[in-house]
T-cell receptor, first 113, second 115 residues
Framework: AQSVSQHNHHVILSEAASLELGCNYS??????LFWYVQYPGQHLQLLLK??????LVKGIKGFEAEFIKSKFSFNLRKPSVQWSDTAEYFC???????????FGAGTTVTVRA | DAGVIQSPRHEVTEMGQEVTLRCKLI?????LFWYRQTMMRGLELLIY????????DSGMPEDRFSAKMPNASFSTLKIQPSEPRDSAVYFC?????????????FGEGSRLTVL
């Protein structure tokens, strides 16, 4: 069975600081990888996704993620965060041709002005 | 285009009452997912429909939960009778195709509180 592990439960940082959120997955095959964001009181929105090709994926709002196959990791990064990046971030994975998307537990990011 | 629309946004009910949550898919989408989000268990997939047919309901907690898709654009999730442990945010998500690309479009959720 596939599983997703997010390393940090809650991250607090100041504006302009750099952000990196860890995500590791367990799956015995080719995977699709995603990061979703949930702003306070809102629905989940897709930040970025990886299907194949360049392992460095750029998403919306200045976020990027790197797929490292040998480490089963898909860490999310942003060089300089803003107060508006305060949200919960979810890593998700499914297998190729598999509809079932498994989510990590989420990481709450609080950015202090 | 309107996104996935869920109703009600908030529901407070008493234990034993029937609860019906509703979801309208994005036009053209034919796959539908119901997720439940709690602090303890995170996001859990309850049931998945494709072309109105339930494909996987293994995540439905127990017989008190049922989901239907009476037409291509609408789904309901019913809990009868409801219990306090059902309190959660219930999300509906849709996608086109068989969703093997995994990009789901989520509704804003229905926050259920069972007293």
């Amino acid at each position: 069975a596939q599983s997703v592990s997010q390393h940090n439960h809650h991250v607090i940082l100041s504006e302009a600081a750099s952000l990196e959120l860890g995500c590791n997955y367990s799956y015995g095959g080719t995977v699709n990888l995603f990061w979703y964001v949930q702003y306070p009181g809102q629905h989940l929105q897709l930040l970025l996704k990886y299907f194949s090709g360049d392992p460095l994926v750029k998403g919306i709002k200045g976020f990027e993620a790197e797929f490292i196959k040998s480490k089963f990791s898909f860490n999310l990064r942003k060089p300089s965060v803003q107060w508006s990046d305060t949200a919960e971030y979810f890593c998700a994975v499914n297998g190729l041709y598999d509809y079932k998307l498994s989510f990590g537990a989420g990481t709450t990011v609080t950015v202090r002005a | 285009d309107a996104g996935v629309i869920q109703s009600p946004r908030h529901e407070v009910t008493e234990m034993g009452q029937e609860v019906t949550l509703r979801c309208k898919l994005i036009s053209g989408h034919n796959s539908l997912f119901w997720y439940r989000q709690t602090m303890m268990r995170g996001l859990e997939l309850l049931i998945y429909f494709n072309n109105n047919v339930p494909i996987d309901d293994s995540g439905m907690p127990e017989d008190r939960f049922s989901a239907k898709m009476p037409n291509a654009s609408f789904s309901t999730l019913k809990i009868q009778p409801s219990e306090p442990r059902d309190s959660a945010v219930y999300f509906c998500a849709s996608t086109e195709g068989h969703s093997d690309t995994g990009e789901l479009f989520f509704g804003e959720g229905s926050r259920l509180t069972v007293l």
